[in-house]
């Protein structure tokens, strides 16, 4: 469904809250793409399900904190950890990584996701386009 | 002391916040985007091999041993049944972290796809691959299997390969007549090899052979050359297959799987190609199709420099040679295509130039694993022509292999 504000943006419903369970995926249409629209922690987020390499459903892929190298002040190697505030989506693909925060890639910034700001009224989830 | 919950424990000990599982797998849907840009470019107008794909015959041990001729090794290899799947006795097997730790997730979810009884699921899934891809042929070749050039017991690379070339022919590619295969020779015995030539040559499927690459026997030692000779009569294909080896002593201190798979599928491509043009391999049998599979392309640039410099000053040690090696390299050989090298353009567009790709390059995916391509990498560059994406994508392909137009 789609709805036309009053300064011409559009936007689709993906569903209701109660439809967004953590961890769970629901896949819309938007001017004939699928955009995989899910709620991670406290918000929702929406992705063309197209991965910017060679176009792997991306939308589909795990969730997973961003792998860091721990080193000490002269630069020896001490242990590779989770971070604690980076979040990445996989491609289930080939494994490519981009910020869940942005879309940008982990392995070349100047390479996105298309990614959608979306909203929440009156229990219902909209992705804005 | 820790208060910590065991739920607890295990979200602090590995973070993946969420798997992105939904329920069971299906091939057909994994590869739903692959199908869309298969429609928008038309793949059904022209033909498209796929040079190397792969099955997972690992799943299929039990049927594949008992064709094992000898019963002492049948036997000890059946016996694993007995093991509580906790070893595969005969086996000599490397770590698997293809899977990037699971990220990359067909890999786990792969047992979960329900395929029909009435077909081999190796064959219904190669066919669902190839619907989705927009495939004519898919070539396959094992994937455990490529590990055994390495087996410290020669013997068991000549039974288990004839046991897994019997069960194929036998009971997988006579399902599907779009679903080739190169058999596999076991080239650490020259005789086994002259013997699987003359079984497998004109069984179901067969488009050519295979050695793999992960073995230290050398290419131009005396005793292959009736293996090249009995190819060469047949007028079918040699495919050397890569593949790595994680306990090479080069690689042991190396220390993520990314380091020993981006050297280690190359380094013993780079040596058998390298033995083979300075020892003149194709001036002794010039008609000898070679394909180099699932090395990508960076290397042979490299090797066509390095080769060339060095035997201007030493043509006294490559007597055979009627012209320089990089001119073998680019018109005596093949290649497959994957993994393309494709992160800087320019480079990429000289490489396939030095290759001659418009009648040497074959199109590969080596689909299912971690690193496949689709024919998009190569229909999407934007240097090459309609014609030369069209023979690279198909047509190099059919001139090469025994295949019939789709």
Known sequence: MTTDALQGQREWLAGEVAEFEDGGRKTIQIAGDDVV??????????????????GGPVGDGMIISRVEAVLTEDQRFVCERFSEDEIHLVCPWHGWEFQLEGGECAGDPRIRLRMFDTEVREGQVYVIA | ???????????????????????????????????????????????IVD???HHYEGESWTDIYRYIEDPVLRHRALA????GGRGRPIHFEEPGRQSVAGRVRRYELYDREVTPKDVHRDAELSRRQRESIGLDYQIVFPTAMLELGMHPDPFVEVQLSWAYSRWLVENV?????????????????PEASLRAIEEFSDKPGVVGFTVTTTRYQT??????MPVYAALQERNLPLG???????????????????????????????????????????????????IWIESGLAWVPFLMQRLDNEYMMRTSEAPLLKKKPSEYLRENFYYATQPLEMDNMEALELTLNMINAETQLLFASDYPHWDFNLPSTIYDLPFLSEKAKRRILGENAMGVYPLEQA
């Open chain 2, 173 to 189: 590619t006579p399902h599907d007549p779009h679903m080739k295969t190169m058999i596999y020779l076991p080239f650490s015995d």
């Open chain 1, 37 to 54: 629209v899910f709620r991670f922690r406290d918000r929702y987020c929406a992705v063309k399900n197209v991965c910017p390499h060679m």
């Open chain 2, 51 to 53: 040079a190397d794909a």
């Open chain 2, 240 to 290: 050397f297959h890569a593949s790595f080896y994680q306990r090479e002593r080069l690689f042991e201190g190396m220390s993520q799987f990314l380091s020993v798979h981006a050297l280690g599928f190359v380094f013993p491509t780079v040596v058998h190609a390298t033995n083979m043009v300075i020892n003149g391999i194709p001036e002794r049998f010039p008609n000898l199709k070679v």
């Open chain 2, 80 to 83: 694993s049944d007995h093991s």
């Open chain 2, 219 to 224: 290419v131009h030692q005396n005793k292959y």
């Open chain 2, 1 to 47: 002391m820790s208060t910590s919950t065991p739920s607890e424990l295990l979200q602090s000990m590995v973070q993946v916040l969420n798997s992105g599982e939904r329920e069971g797998f299906d091939t057909r849907k994994h590869l739903e985007n692959a199908r869309r840009q298969a429609e928008e470019r038309n793949y059904s107008g022209f033909v």
